[in-house]
Structures are given as structure tokens and as C-alpha cells.
């Protein structure tokens, strides 16, 4: 009898303690919650902490809006613009019978020439101009259907009006006015591509003859 009363049946005797289920489920709880933390943190630090962001201050590039205008309203009247008038082809006297026709419509005629250039070309014309002349060459091709604008060095508003092979005339006042007064769409923003201009370089070719 006093071998089994001395094997630990008693409150001090080594018998497995039993943990209760609810203080399991906050240790699992807390566990998850410090695991959940770190890989937030970690996910964050590798991403930069949202250094993708835009620092606060800095403005997003000005979109390209479309919008549609009267080009009449905006650009200048013939009287505002002077334009030499330059003959690239071989047929004589083309660019001063153009230039006539263009003085007639209120324009400013310069230099009445072949073109100092050299070139030949084999569309209808240039329209050539400066950065302060743009608005002026853009006038300039309603009246000469086909044109292509060509951006160049110089520094005043004037252009240069350079007929090409199939140049063959003006348009008539009738059609540039019903042009300068339909509605046009037109894109601005510096989200906007940049309008493409050819340079105006001289060719290795020959001059042709004076034909002006």
C-alpha cells in the first residue's frame, strides 16, 4: 500500500497537463497576424514603398485634346503675310504668273525667283518657313492645294511659296473661303506628336535653268 501511495497520484504527481482550446486558438491567432505583418512588410520594402508613385507635386504631361475650331478665326489674313514665290520646274514664267494671282488675293509678294535652292520638285510645292511664320504657311496652303510645309532656320514670319511639276494653279478664292470656314478638328497638348517637317537642304543635283 505504500508503494502506490507514493507514485504520484497525488496533486504533485507527473501526470500530463491538458491546455485548454481557447488559449491555443489566440497563440495560432497571434501567430498568423506577426506572419501576416513580416510579408507585408517585406512585399512593401521589395516594391519600394510605393516609390512608383508620383512624388506629390509633379503634374502629368498636358494631354493631346482634340478639338474643333473655324480655321479662318485663327489664322492670319492674306494682307498680314509676305511670301516670295519661287519656281522649281522648267516651265518659264510659272512663278511670276503665280505670284500675280497670289498678289491679287491681298498677299505680300517678295522675291519672285527661281528657287535659290536649286531644287527640283516633283510634287506640287513647298510652303517654307520659320518657327514665328508657321501660322502664315498654313494660310498659305489653302490657297496652294498639295503643298507640303517645310520648317527651316530662318528667324522673321515670311514664306516661300516653291511650285513643283505638278503644280497647276491657285485655288479659286471660292473654295479657300468655304475651307477657311468649315469646322475643323484639330489636336493641341504636349501629349500631341509633333508636326513633321522636312528640311529645306540643298540637294547635290543641278539648278535647274532660270525659269521664273
Given at each position: 500500500?505504500?508503494?502506490?501511495?507514493?507514485?504520484?497520484?497525488?496533486?504533485?504527481?507527473?501526470?500530463?497537463?491538458?491546455?485548454?482550446?481557447?488559449?491555443?486558438?489566440?497563440?495560432?491567432?497571434?501567430?498568423?497576424?506577426?506572419?501576416?505583418?513580416?510579408?507585408?512588410?517585406?512585399?512593401?520594402?521589395?516594391?519600394?514603398?510605393?516609390?512608383?508613385?508620383?512624388?506629390?507635386?509633379?503634374?502629368?504631361?498636358?494631354?493631346?485634346?482634340?478639338?474643333?475650331?473655324?480655321?479662318?478665326?485663327?489664322?492670319?489674313?492674306?494682307?498680314?503675310?509676305?511670301?516670295?514665290?519661287?519656281?522649281?520646274?522648267?516651265?518659264?514664267?510659272?512663278?511670276?504668273?503665280?505670284?500675280a494671282d497670289l498678289g491679287s488675293r491681298g498677299f505680300k509678294i517678295g522675291r519672285v525667283a527661281n528657287d535659290p535652292l536649286g531644287r527640283s520638285i516633283a510634287g506640287v510645292a513647298e510652303i517654307r518657313y520659320g518657327t514665328a511664320g508657321l501660322a502664315n504657311a498654313q494660310l498659305m496652303r489653302y490657297y496652294i492645294l498639295g503643298a507640303v510645309l517645310v520648317q527651316d532656320?530662318?528667324?522673321?514670319?515670311?514664306?516661300?511659296?516653291?511650285?513643283?511639276?505638278?503644280?497647276?494653279?491657285?485655288?479659286?478664292?471660292?473654295?479657300?473661303?468655304?475651307?477657311?470656314?468649315?469646322?475643323?478638328?484639330?489636336?493641341?497638348?504636349?501629349?500631341?506628336?509633333?508636326?513633321?517637317?522636312?528640311?529645306?537642304?540643298?540637294?547635290?543635283?543641278?539648278?535647274?535653268?532660270?525659269?521664273?
Amino acid at each position: 500500500m505504500s508503494m502506490l501511495s507514493g507514485q504520484g497520484l497525488g496533486p504533485t504527481g507527473d501526470r500530463p497537463r491538458r491546455r485548454h482550446p481557447l488559449a491555443t486558438t489566440i497563440i495560432v491567432v497571434l501567430m498568423m497576424a506577426v506572419l501576416f505583418g513580416a510579408t507585408f512588410g517585406i512585399v512593401r520594402l521589395l516594391r519600394g514603398n510605393g516609390s512608383d508613385q508620383p512624388s506629390p507635386g509633379a503634374t502629368s504631361p498636358a494631354p493631346c485634346v482634340t478639338t474643333t475650331v473655324v480655321p479662318g478665326v485663327a489664322l492670319p489674313k492674306p494682307g498680314q503675310v509676305s511670301s516670295n514665290v519661287y519656281n522649281s520646274t522648267n516651265r518659264a514664267g510659272l512663278a511670276k504668273r503665280t505670284a500675280a494671282d497670289l498678289g491679287s488675293r491681298g498677299f505680300k509678294i517678295g522675291r519672285v525667283a527661281n528657287d535659290p535652292l536649286g531644287r527640283s520638285i516633283a510634287g506640287v510645292a513647298e510652303i517654307r518657313y520659320g518657327t514665328a511664320g508657321l501660322a502664315n504657311a498654313q494660310l498659305m496652303r489653302y490657297y496652294i492645294l498639295g503643298a507640303v510645309l517645310v520648317q527651316d532656320a530662318r528667324t522673321d514670319a515670311t514664306i516661300d511659296v516653291v511650285l513643283g511639276q505638278k503644280f497647276k494653279a491657285v485655288t479659286p478664292q471660292k473654295a479657300v473661303d468655304a475651307a477657311l470656314k468649315k469646322p475643323t478638328p484639330v489636336a493641341s497638348g504636349a501629349g500631341c506628336p509633333s508636326p513633321s517637317a522636312k528640311p529645306a537642304t540643298k540637294p547635290a543635283s543641278a539648278s535647274p535653268s532660270p525659269t521664273a
